[in-house]
């Protein structure tokens, strides 16, 4: 079953083409990752996906949904976790998960949410007074409350410490078991070869290659995802 379809998807700021001709399906319980340097079209892509963006042209479908044009229907069946996330500094892990759910018509039981990522020490903690991997980790909670057929998380890692960031993947990985279908934005290659089932890589614009990551570090002749997305970096120029 195909949860998300996109076919020749183009955006373009003025004169800049922010995604050009992009096209890719997700399998219904995979983690899809959009992988490539900063700017290269991932989050605005993701946008279209989730109707924050409307495109100039081609077509995108998100569990049979057109995003621009049923993002309401939609977004009671998607979360997301955001690059530019935020939220007040005062509010409180505990108030936040509640506040979450109630946006949904049929949310999942946030203390149970709470409780499945270790929030509920931190339940009467002020987001301010958080860690980097606290608020990381309430993040990933807010966008799975709504109990989502599909979740987006863009740079999921971004700014985090190490440490912070592999307990995150722990986190990912738990998802992935749920059987959530998840998309994965990261300019960071190995999170992506660890945490993905399939990536797009991502280069101005356009999508230069697609497929495992073994299949892509298999098709270089390279060691690694990190060392592939160089290879077909370097191709595509």
């Known amino acids: 079953m195909t949860a998300i379809e996109v076919k020749d998807l183009h955006k373009r700021y003025g004169e800049t083409l922010a995604v050009d001709g992009v096209s890719f399906t997700v399998a219904a319980g995979e983690t899809f990752g959009l992988v490539g340097r900063n700017g290269a079209g991932k989050t605005t892509t993701v946008e279209c996906l989730l109707g924050l963006r ?10 049979g949904l057109d995003p621009a044009r049923q993002r309401r229907t939609l977004a009671q069946r998607t979360g997301a976790q955001l690059q530019e996330s935020a939220l007040p500094a005062r509010l409180r ?3 936040a998960l509640r ?4 946006f949904y018509r049929r949310p999942a039981d946030w203390r149970r949410v709470m409780e499945q990522w270790d929030l509920e020490p931190m339940r009467d903690k002020a987001f301010g007074d958080l860690s980097g991997g606290q608020k990381q980790r309430l993040q990933l909670a807010l966008a799975l409350v709504g109990d989502p057929e599909v979740v987006v998380l863009d740079e999921l890692t971004t700014g985090l410490d190490p440490v912070a960031r592999r307990d995150t993947w722990t986190l ?3 998802l992935k078991a749920s ?3 998840a998309v994965l934005v990261s300019h960071f290659m190995d999170e992506a070869e660890v ?10 614009g356009r999508i230069i290659a697609m497929g495992t990551p073994q299949e892509l ?3 270089t002749g390279t060691n690694s995802l990190d060392q592939a997305y160089i290879a077909l970096a370097r191709a595509a120029r």
């Open 54 to 63: 409307r495109p100039d042209s081609g077509t995108v479908r998100v569990l």
């Open 93 to 95: 892990v505990g108030e």
């Open 99 to 102: 506040l979450f759910a109630a």
């Open 172 to 174: 990912i990985g738990d």
């Open 179 to 181: 059987g959530t279908t």
């Open 195 to 204: 945490l993905c089932d399939r990536v797009a890589v991502f280069d101005r």
């Open 217 to 219: 570090i298999q098709q």
